[in-house]
């Protein structure tokens, strides 16, 4: 019914059948006079389909080859051969599986806290960035396949009991993502209880009085290397599909309008990312295609220009965490991310170097101008506590962007009084806990002037 109607909008015609080789299907394709075929997910297809279009077909295969054709769970087979990366691979369609000339091919690197999930997500967005670029290639004449070397293997997709078996041994042989708590769990089961009913109450009052707050959080990394400041690619992913089932997730512009509206009816969640690790890119991208989810970035723009490390991980001794580049952080855009400012260098904007100040703060609004081609509206403190934020960091920020940001905590009301600052909770990576914030159950609300 939504490919129907997806068709139906772009003026293309369509046809569902149980047999994509009988006659009615291959007189349908035929009748298009197509130049390429896509496969996608299909079972093997017989040369009177895939021969049918004048230049042939193409399909993804989300594995490398020729060393693992077949079928099976992404990443399956990598993982339990403790492989270092996945392919994505687009290749001509033969008939011998998987065996077609390379029309292009990536690689993801598999880390310590991937799992089957987080690697068939980020093969379906490098997927489907491969088949765009290969269709392009056609339609400009400037294919050039690759034909695959070696033998290769083939691998056929378990039985549901030996896959439970397989994806036991993984359980087993690798280290899963755990989430941290802040607190032992006999306090948060006594918040829980206490809680729940003072909740359950609250809610209804703001529901009927339309008075829900704007929760902003913010966090680092999403992504499946080990960090401090990071949550693993499916446990975020289970996180925003739970968000998005009990509350109303919207892009930060969003939510101001609604701040404005003096109206909120419905509990209200923002996502936000600071500092602009690289690693974030293809898990948000992802995650992002899998639920449509509104996300917004904050970013330093002279480490993003540079592509040098943030002093944070340097002093730690944690190497390796790369910036975003500039052309990352367009394709993000373009794909629906709000991009804000988080100064230049990651500056602590407690100080009262005017000088500096201004160079961080205003500077990287016109380093985002320059590279993203529009105005810069927001912008987060780094750090963020009170004492990052000087009077007259606070004053060039607020008359330089139309938001600014803080990260020491706080809700956000329409009814509330504000000179276009917003306040920000920190993530919890742990859902109970992440609850429990959401219902003012876990942090007391910060004073109202806490920030210069």
């Known amino acids: 019914e939504d490919l129907a109607t997806a068709c139906a909008a772009l003026d293309c015609r369509v046809l569902v059948t149980e047999d994509c080789h009988g006659p009615e299907a291959l007189e349908f394709v035929r009748s298009l006079g197509p130049d390429l075929g896509l496969v996608y997910g299909t079972r093997i297809l017989k040369r009177e389909l895939f021969g049918i279009p004048r230049l042939g077909s193409i399909n993804i295969h989300k594995r490398k080859v020729p060393d693992y054709r077949g079928g099976g769970p ?13 392919g994505v691979t687009v290749h001509g369609v033969v008939e011998q599986v998987d065996a077609g000339a390379i029309i292009h091919a990536e690689t993801i690197p598999i880390h310590d806290h991937d799992t089957l999930t987080s690697l068939a997500l980020k093969a379906h967005v490098v997927g489907n960035d491969l088949l765009v670029r290969a269709v392009a290639d056609y339609a400009r004449g400037t294919v050039q396949p690759q034909v695959q070397e070696g033998q290769g293997r083939t691998f056929r997709s378990p039985a549901p009991p030996q896959l439970m078996r397989l994806e036991k041994e993984l359980a087993a042989r690798r280290p899963a993502f755990r989430a941290e708590r802040s607190r032992p769990i006999p306090k948060l089961l006594v918040r829980t209880v206490l809680g729940l009913p003072i909740a359950a109450i609250r809610n209804r009052i703001r529901r009927r009085r339309g008075q829900f707050p704007v929760t902003i959080l913010f966090h680092h990394i999403v992504g499946d290397r080990p960090h401090p400041f990071a949550i693993s690619t499916e446990h975020f992913l289970k996180h925003v599909e739970f968000l998005r089932r009990h509350y109303d997730v919207v892009s930060l512009a969003e939510a101001i309008d609604l701040l404005k509206t003096n109206r909120v009816t419905a509990p209200t969640v923002v996502l936000t990312i600071d500092d602009g690790y690289q690693d974030n890119f293809l898990p948000l991208r992802a995650i992002r295609e899998r639920v449509d989810v509104p996300i917004t970035l904050f970013v330093s723009t002279e480490h993003v220009g540079k592509g ?27 794909e629906g991310v709000e991009i804000g400012s988080h100064t230049r260098t990651h500056f602590d904007c407690g100080s009262s170097d005017a000088v500096a100040l201004h160079g961080e703060i205003v500077g990287s609004s016109q380093d985002l101008e320059t590279e993203l081609g529009e105005p810069a509206t927001l912008f987060a403190f780094p750090f963020g506590l009170p004492a990052n934020i000087s009077p007259e960091a606070m004053r060039l920020a607020t008359s330089t962007y139309g938001w600014v940001l803080s990260a020491y905590g706080g809700s956000n009301f329409a009814s509330a009084p504000r000179a276009n600052h917003l306040r920000r909770w920190a993530y919890r990576n742990d859902l109970w806990e992440l609850e429990l914030l959401l219902q003012s159950l876990l942090e007391l609300e910060p004073r109202a002037d806490a920030a210069a």
Do not use: K, N, Y
């Open 74 to 86: 992404v990443g399956l087979w990598e993982l339990l051969d403790g492989a270092p990366e996945i």
């Open 308 to 334: 040098t490390e943030f002093a944070h991980d340097v002093a730690s001794g944690r190497h390796g965490f790369a910036p975003l580049t500039w052309a990352q952080l367009a394709q993000l855009r373009r």
